[in-house]
C-alpha cells in the first residue's frame, strides 16, 4: 500500500499524474486530503504540524499494515515526522520538494502566513480566484492541477495554512522534529526543485540519498510524473 500526502494549498488531485504513471488500482494506495484541505475539520482540530502528524498517523494506522509513504511540500514534512514517529509503520518514505532543515528559514510566503495580520491580509487576497490561479501557474503548478484545485481553496483552507504555518514558526524547525530524523527508517529518498534546500548529509539526521532536479517544479509529482514514478515505485 502507498499512501500519498499532499502540501500546501493542494488536495489529493495533485497525486492523479503520478497515480496514473505507476499504473496504480484504487486498492494499491491511499491519498487523504488534510483536514481543512478540501475535507472537513474535525471537531476542536487545531490544524498544527503536531496535529496534522497525528491525524495522519491515525489514518495510516486504519490501514493495517506497514506501508510506502510518499510526501510533497508539506506532506513531505509530516511524512519525515511520521516516519520519524512510527518507523514501525513504514516500508520505505519517499519525500519530494522538501526537507526538515533547522538551517532553513521558510521562503517568502512562509514567512508571512506565519506573521499576525500580514498572513491574514495576505489570504485576503487569495480570495481573488482569477488572480489566484493565473498565479500559480505563473509560479508552476499546472493549468490542470490549478483548474481542479483553486476552487478548493476556501476559508476553512486559508484559515487552516495560517495555522499550520504559524505552529511551524514559518517553517523554523528544532526540538524533537529535528533530533528525531536520526529514527528514520531505510530505504528512503528525496528529491527537489533547485529552489528547495536539499541536503546531503550522510549524518543520521542527513538525507544521503537525496536528489536536486533543476528542471523541476514545486509540483513535480504533477509536472514530471514519469521521473516520479521511477523514484516513488516501491522496490518489489
Request: net charge positive; proline share 12%; aromatic share 6%.
Amino acid at each position: 500500500m502507498i499512501v500519498f500526502i499532499h502540501g500546501v494549498p493542494d488536495t489529493p488531485h495533485l497525486w492523479k499524474p503520478l497515480v496514473a504513471a505507476l499504473g496504480l488500482q484504487p486498492s494499491d494506495y491511499h491519498a487523504p486530503a488534510l483536514p481543512g484541505f478540501a475535507a472537513p475539520l474535525p471537531p476542536g482540530f487545531p490544524c498544527t504540524k503536531d496535529a496534522y502528524a497525528g491525524h495522519l498517523i491515525g489514518e495510516i494506522e486504519k490501514l493495517g499494515e506497514k506501508i510506502h509513504l510518499v510526501g510533497h511540500d508539506w506532506g513531505a514534512l509530516l511524512s519525515l515526522r511520521i516516519a520519524s514517529l512510527r518507523p514501525d509503520l513504514i516500508r520505505t518514505w519517499c519525500v519530494t520538494n522538501a526537507v526538515i532543515d533547522p538551517d532553513y528559514r521558510g521562503h517568502k510566503a512562509a514567512r508571512m502566513w506565519a506573521t499576525p495580520l500580514l498572513g491574514e491580509f495576505v489570504m485576503m487576497n487569495m480570495r481573488n480566484k482569477p488572480r489566484l490561479e493565473a498565479g500559480l501557474v505563473a509560479g508552476g503548478m499546472p493549468a490542470a492541477l490549478a483548474a481542479e484545485e483553486v476552487p478548493l481553496i476556501d476559508k476553512t483552507m486559508r484559515q487552516s495554512i495560517l495555522k499550520l504555518y504559524r505552529s511551524a514558526i514559518g517553517l523554523r524547525f528544532s526540538g524533537p522534529w529535528v533530533s528525531d530524523l536520526a529514527n528514520l527508517p531505510a530505504p528512503a529518498s528525496s528529491s527537489g526543485a533547485r529552489q528547495i534546500p536539499m541536503s546531503t548529509s550522510p549524518s543520521p539526521n542527513g538525507f544521503p540519498h537525496s536528489t536536486a532536479c533543476p528542471s523541476m517544479s514545486n509540483w513535480a509529482p504533477a509536472t514530471g510524473p514519469a521521473p516520479n514514478a521511477r523514484k516513488s515505485s516501491p522496490p518489489s
